[in-house]
């Protein structure tokens, strides 16, 4: 599991988290992946790409894990 820190934010929007991490190459690759249903925040199906993903949460693609701290 990787982790990701805020940094004195108080959340980052999906998309960006997943491009940021390496978990996508692009933005664009990013939205079409969550449109596609193939992300998961807290282990639920997630399709806003804009979701703000907060402390605590833990995002899910390709079988890799995010954990924002």
Known sequence: MQDFDLEG???IQL???LK???LCNSG???KLLIDQGLVKVDAQVE???RCKIRSGQVVEFA???VEVK
Do not use: P
Request: glycine share 16%; no cysteine.
């Open 9 to 11: 934010r108080d959340y």
């Open 15 to 17: 998309n960006d988290l």
């Open 20 to 22: 940021i991490t390496g």
């Open 28 to 30: 664009g690759q990013a």
């Open 47 to 49: 399709t806003r790409k």
């Open 63 to 65: 079988g890799k894990k």
